[in-house]
């Protein structure tokens, strides 16, 4: 039986150590910041991005891996004769997907992409457990029935505290940016089918605290939560008061509390973070 190599992108959150113990190849995303183009866990960080982010004189710009970057991944993973099972971001935030499948179509190696439907840590939550499993010799679809289970149980949410990255990124019209940041609204949103829905709007951080106890709420109520991850662009009152809650609520569930990466750092901006998790009801 061939074995399995998982391969996946940037936008991932994982620590340098579950990208060693798993042996998950990463093929990175680049990010130009006024004019300097940086690879992603190469020449740039999650911490060292936000602040050249703010100082910026224009918003960054991010950019999906090259098809060539793929296929290099997928040749080398799979040259030893091993399959290659590629999970990445949702397609609705990146054309990276789309770059992994033609690469796919492109490489010697035997290779299946899939969307995962989501990104950070709800992207790393499927990468683990398909890794794990392909240490232990699990075959490709025993991976990819397992994954498409935890892609079913997973939740995130996402906190825009400025619309300002938006606006500038050209996501919103400039004038509904103006007046929904004079108004200081906040928005609530979910990845949810692998689209970004906003679910609460409201003023000041008062509906944001609402919105997060909404979801703790919930959480409190769903059987057997596996892991935790909370990624932030920059520490917020509501961000550390929303993990000290989670903390004390799950002290026996992992929790992965971290930057996030460029890409979602570009697009939710100053103080927006994400409340991430997945449950095995069975």
């Not at 200081?184 to 106890?213: E, H, M, T, W, Y």
């Not at 917020?236 to 929790?255: G, I, Y």
Request: glycine share 6%.
């Amino acid at each position: 039986m061939a074995k399995v190599k998982i391969v996946t992108d940037s936008s991932v959150q994982l620590s340098d150590e579950e990208v060693k113990q798993y042996d998950i190849t990463v093929v990175p995303l680049t990010v130009m910041i006024d004019g300097t183009v940086y690879v992603e866990r190469d020449t740039i960080n999650n911490e060292q991005f936000v602040p050249k982010m703010l100082a910026a004189k224009d918003l960054p710009k991010t950019s999906q891996p090259p098809v060539g970057k793929f296929i290099e991944a997928f040749d080398e993973a799979g040259k030893d004769g091993s399959q290659v099972l590629c999970i990445n971001m949702l397609q609705a935030i990146s054309g990276t997907v789309h770059a992994a499948e033609q690469a796919a179509t492109l490489s010697k190696s035997d290779v299946e992409v899939v969307d995962s439907e989501f990104t950070d840590r709800g992207l790393s939550f499927q990468v683990l457990a398909a890794a794990k499993l392909a240490q232990e010799g699990a075959d490709r679809q025993t991976i990819l029935n397992t994954i498409a289970k935890i892609r079913q149980n997973t939740k995130l949410y996402l906190c825009v505290m400025t619309l300002d990255n938006i606006v500038k990124g050209g996501r919103l019209h400039p004038i509904a940016g103006a007046i929904t940041n004079f108004l200081n609204l906040k928005l609530g949103l979910q990845v949810a089918d692998g689209k970004l829905k906003v679910i609460s709007k409201g003023r000041g951080d008062k509906s944001l605290r609402k919105f997060f106890g909404k979801i703790i709420d919930d959480m409190k109520n769903t059987k057997a939560i596996k892991m935790i991850g909370v990624s932030y662009v920059t520490e917020t009152d509501v961000l550390k008061d929303t993990v000290q809650q989670l903390k004390e609520l799950f002290p026996d569930v992992p929790l992965y509390y971290r930057t996030t990466s460029p890409i979602i750092a570009t697009h939710v901006g100053r103080g927006g973070f994400a409340l991430i998790y997945y449950s095995d009801p069975d």
